[in-house]
């Protein structure tokens, strides 16, 4: 069975550019979370998504950071446009249902700002 | 906030069992305990999870103190490719993972 998929791995912008991340989350997952994740520091949830909702994006920056899951399956993070201190890595996860369930993660997206 | 308090690191021999310890003091009732680890450039891979009970897997086994105030993840036999950070994870019944710093665990030869 395929794993949580994300595009590009690496990307490396100059800041004020625009960047988007893409997910694939594994088959038949509705639960999609898109998490940050500073160097030497843990992941940090920044939006969830159930089916096409976002039910908790209290940690999204807005004003630059914005998020998408259309037909409730794949989802795209967007920063626009990106300052240094977004260089991190972008960890897209997926689960079953809600509740306690596993989350299973992406490699993620190291995104470095110059 | 994160709930749990881990060493910062653990060194272990290969073959050896690696016992990583993790206190949550302020656990409540409806809280699991999880553990989750990050080899290096991947993402967290969940390990196991625990309300009350023991639990054993193919990966590991967890031990909760009886007052649930702390537990131990143990990984038997531990080999190079455990080395990784490890996560302890006081979770409610949301989804929400609130990740720590973690535990890196380096297994040498």
């Known amino acids: 069975e395929a794993g949580v998929v994300q595009s590009p791995r690496y990307k490396i912008i100059e800041k004020k550019q625009p960047v988007a991340f893409w997910c694939n989350p594994i088959s038949g997952h509705n639960t999609l979370y898109w998490y940050l994740q500073n160097l030497g520091q843990g992941p940090e949830l920044l939006i969830r998504y159930e089916n096409e909702e976002a039910v908790d994006d209290s940690q999204l920056p807005k004003d630059r950071f914005s998020a998408e899951r259309l037909k409730g399956v794949d989802s795209t993070l967007k920063i626009q446009p990106a300052e240094l201190g977004d260089s991190a890595v972008y960890l897209c996860?997926?689960?079953f249902g809600a509740g306690p369930s596993k989350q299973f993660f992406g490699p993620g997206t190291r995104l470095t700002v110059l | 906030d994160a709930k749990t308090t881990q060493p910062p690191s653990m060194d272990c021999a290969e073959g050896r069992a690696a016992n990583l310890p993790c206190n949550h003091s302020t656990i409540s009732g409806n809280e699991y305990v999880y553990w989750y680890r990050q080899i290096h450039s991947q993402g967290p891979q969940y390990i196991i999870h625990?309300?009350?009970n023991n639990e054993t897997n193919e990966m590991a086994s967890l031990i909760i103190t009886e007052d649930r105030k702390s537990s131990t993840l143990i990984l038997p036999h531990a080999t190079l490719r455990d080395t990784a950070v490890y996560y302890c994870i006081v979770r409610d019944n949301t989804d929400k993972l609130i990740f720590g710093t973690g535990t890196r665990l380096q297994v040498f030869p």
């Open positions: 996860a997926s689960s």
């Open positions: 625990g309300l009350k």
